[in-house]
């Protein structure tokens, strides 16, 4: 039986927030990223992607912090048996579901069970959550099943996908990357999205933003250098973009913003 201590849908705390619980929260923590996170794993530090989701189990140590919006939905839970090896979810890691949107919709409906009074409340929460576990547990199994009927492709775009991303400055079109595993650009879009649950422009702005922010903390560079050394050929666009997602323009980026505790 599966027993729901507290959740929340779509909660926002202050920008650049952190939640730091060196010896976890006592149960199981069910997160869903609503906005970009970074997740602290043993000695890495991961920079999700929207609706990104992980499940910490009881005991595991939990860190992560908004890079700037922190917005997420979530729930803390109890159960006898461990669901994530019961459904073959991944525990205490990073993950991406194939349907956000139902995962969205399950947490929703248990934030109004969890505070309502309704009859057979417990008996709902409990088959809310095991559906929420099983929807995830499906989708990561057909995703491995795709990966394991296209695994002659698989290391190619894992291959090319990171030297794209190490070398974020270069020209990377669409003509270069399907010319690089030899397919078609329809085709070379799909496997890309179910390898690696995004798309090329997606990853290579997010790498682009993250060298961007780097160089800016050496006082040599001007905007204008940055920008092309991050492969912006528009300091206009480059200008518009950073502010976006960083919520200030390049030239007023200066420090890291610290460290801190927060609510969840």
């Not at 008996?123 to 959550?129: M, V």
Request: aromatic content about 14%.
């Amino acid at each position: 039986m599966y027993q729901l201590n507290f959740c929340e849908y779509n909660r926002s705390n202050h920008d650049y927030d952190t939640i730091f619980r060196p010896s976890g929260s006592g149960d199981y923590l069910f997160l869903q990223f609503k906005a970009p996170m970074k997740v602290y794993l043993d000695d890495k530090i991961l920079i999700t992607k929207e609706n990104a989701c992980i499940l910490y189990t009881p005991g595991t140590s939990q860190h992560y912090q908004a890079v700037r919006r922190f917005y997420n939905s979530y729930l803390h839970f109890s159960s006898d048996e461990n669901p994530a090896r019961h459904f073959r979810i991944p525990e205490n890691t990073v993950f991406y579901p194939e349907d956000p949107i139902q995962i969205d919709l399950y947490i929703s409906r248990l934030q109004q069970e969890y505070f309502s009074a309704f009859p057979f409340r417990e008996d709902s929460i409990h088959a809310l959550i095991s559906l929420l576990l099983l929807s995830i547990g499906r989708g990561m199994n057909r995703a491995h099943v795709q990966k394991e009927d296209t695994g002659h492709l698989y290391p190619l775009f894992q291959s090319l996908r990171l030297q794209m991303l190490t070398e974020c400055g270069e020209n990377w079109n669409v003509e270069r990357l399907c010319k690089c595993v030899n397919l078609e650009k329809s085709q070379f879009y799909a496997y890309y999205r179910s390898f690696f649950s995004s798309t090329p422009k997606n990853d290579l702005l997010q790498a682009r933003l993250e060298k961007a922010k780097y160089l800016l903390s050496n006082e040599a560079l001007q905007v204008k250098e940055v920008a092309q050394l991050c492969g912006f050929q528009n300091q206009v666009h480059f200008t518009r973009y950073f502010k976006a997602c960083c919520g200030c323009p390049p030239g007023a980026y200066a420090q890291k913003v610290p460290l801190k505790n927060g609510v969840s």
